[in-house]
T-cell receptor, first 114, second 113 residues
Framework: KAGVTQTPRYLIKTRGQQVTLSCSPISGHRSVSWYQQTPGQGLQFLFE???????NKGNFPGRFSGRQFSNSRSEMNVSTLELGDSALYLCASSLVVLAGNEQFFGPGTRLTVL | AQTVTQSQPEMSVQEAETVTLSCTYD???????LFWYKQPPSRQMILVIRQEAYKQQNATENRFSVNFQKAAKSFSLKISDSQLGDTAMYFC??????????FGQGTRLTINP
């Protein structure tokens, strides 16, 4: 079975632009979560989707948004990019949404904002 | 809000030695889950071990075991017979009531030959 895939792997943008990151979960997994990883703040939860519905959202500004499609693929969008948005964005998938579930992580998209 | 603290930013041991990574957490809840995730250099994060808070028995996965002290809110990871491939960032994480993971800051573990 193929693992979680994320595209693109690397991205360079300038302040004020917007960006869309994509995540394809493991086949059969219906839950997708997104995390932001930075040296200063560590790993922080962004959102969680299940069956095209956002189930949970972290403490991030409205510039961060996401969605999930009927095939469970998910995208996240960041508008009006700021320098502080430079980070590794990780996507994780699981079969269903359940506390204690093992989540399978993708390789991440490294976003650099100049 | 739940918090997870890893007090050792970096650790380094010789191959074949045993190493223990520390983690403490804060919660007022009684039912929750604790995890150790491993993030090797430039590779994907993978689950090492999981502990359910209502289980008193410490979880074990081959060379990896935990020391779960619920009253002390402590969840340490012991790696026995360490190998070069154990070199990675290790994150302690917590989840309760939802799948969302709350992570510690991580411990960078280096296994030296």
């Amino acid at each position: 079975k193929a693992g979680v895939t994320q595209t693109p792997r690397y991205l360079i943008k300038t302040r004020g632009q917007q960006v869309t990151l994509s995540c394809s979960p493991i086949s059969g997994h219906r839950s997708v979560s997104w995390y932001q990883q930075t040296p200063g703040q560590g790993l922080q939860f962004l959102f969680e989707y299940f069956s095209e519905t956002q189930r949970n959202k972290g403490n991030f500004p409205g510039r961060f948004s996401g969605r999930q499609f009927s095939n469970s693929r998910s995208e996240m969008n960041v508008s009006t990019l700021e320098l502080g948005d430079s980070a590794l964005y990780l996507c994780a998938s699981s079969l269903v949404v359940l506390a204690g579930n093992e989540q399978f992580f993708g390789p991440g998209t490294r976003l650099t904002v100049l | 809000a739940q918090t997870v603290t890893q007090s050792q930013p970096e650790m380094s041991v010789q191959e074949a030695e045993t190493v223990t990574l520390s983690c403490t957490y804060d919660t007022s809840e009684n039912n929750y889950y604790l995890f150790w995730y491993k993030q090797p250099p430039s590779r994907q994060m993978i689950l090492v071990i999981r502990q359910e808070a209502y289980k008193q028995q410490n979880a074990t996965e081959n060379r990896f075991s935990v020391n779960f002290q619920k009253a002390a809110k402590s969840f340490s990871l012991k790696i026995s017979d360490s190998q070069l491939g154990d070199t990675a960032m290790y994150f302690c994480a917590f989840s309760q009531g939802a799948q969302k993971l709350v992570f510690g800051q991580g411990t960078r573990l280096t296994i030296n030959p």
